[in-house]
């Protein structure tokens, strides 16, 4: 079946400052995260202490003779959005680097790694707390993990869930409207068998440029993959990774249905411009 091209859009705030283990099924068996010796040590994975950056999962195709297409939409953000903060000193994501800059001279967060120097407002230099303070709207707290991997929700059932996540971002404020046009086309298939999985795909004419995959209650966790992406009204690019945590189950405690989610009240995400920074804002799918 031939999806046809449908616009989404997303309108964004930006700030110019700065449980249970799930088993992992087919689609989107996500491999656990390798450490820097390339061991897998699961136990790690499911106590919200993975040993190093996750492995994407690949792309799924979408086999018409389990999938039926539930419905094309668009995607859109409810309520307000606002600035991520930068790190000017320390280790960069998953310490793979540091981070440095100034926040008064709009170089925070320049990224480190192998000797050559980013520009600032690099996304591996997001901040996140990590000083046992509360997450999100006071619920959970914020730690790290034993290797030192920041902003490590711990939910408040007392469960772990995976560092550098949306929970613990370190905000800034608001400060303008700035709206943005995606082309990709959003389409949602789910499983006839009755295990009510779920793929989620962002495609632009053929290809799939990101998907998000449901592997159904019986294991409750979504892994995401790709990016979607945008361009402002100045013409800037901007781009939304599937494979942060706010979308992508890797470690600690199931992530759940986030498709549902984004059908409901949405799901807070980063999105990030190469030169400007990057922003919190809640994506859903419809309007």
């Known amino acids: 079946m031939r999806t046809p091209l449908l616009p989404v859009s997303l309108m964004l705030l930006l700030a110019l400052s700065a449980c249970d283990h799930p088993t992992l099924l087919d689609p989107g068996s996500n491999p656990a995260p ?96 990590s000083d046992g303070r509360a997450g999100a709207n006071n619920k959970g707290t914020c730690i790290a993990t034993s290797l030192g991997f920041i902003g490590l929700w711990r939910n408040p059932g007392g469960h772990k869930s995976s560092p550098y996540h949306t929970k613990c971002l370190m905000l800034g404020t608001v400060s303008s409207t700035i709206a943005f046009n995606f082309t990709q086309a959003v389409t949602l298939y789910t499983s006839n068998d009755g295990k009510q999985k779920k793929i989620l795909n962002f495609t632009s004419g053929s290809l799939v440029t990101g998907q998000l995959v449901y592997s159904g209650p019986t294991a409750d966790y979504t892994t995401g993959t790709g990016s979607i992406a ?58």
């Open 34 to 129: 390798n450490s820097p010796g390339g061991v897998v040590v699961a136990g790690d994975q499911l106590a919200g202490d993975p040993l190093g950056p996750p492995t994407p999962p690949p792309i799924v195709t979408v086999d018409p003779s389990v999938y039926a297409l539930t419905l094309s939409g668009t995607f859109s953000s409810s309520g307000t959005s606002t600035g991520v903060l930068f790190l000017t000193s320390g280790s960069a994501m998953w310490n793979q680097g540091t981070c440095s800059g100034d926040v008064a001279l709009g170089t925070d967060g320049i990224w480190t790694y192998n000797g050559t120097a980013s520009a600032p407002h690099n996304p591996k230099c997001i901040g996140y707390w």
């Open 230 to 287: 945008a361009v402002d009204g100045d013409g800037n690019n901007w781009s939304v990774d599937l494979g942060q945590a706010a979308f992508h189950w890797y470690t600690g405690a199931a992530n759940g249905d986030i498709i549902a989610q984004l059908q409901g009240a949405g799901v807070q995400a980063i999105a990030c411009n190469s030169a400007v920074g990057c922003v919190l804002t809640t994506v859903k799918l419809g309007a």
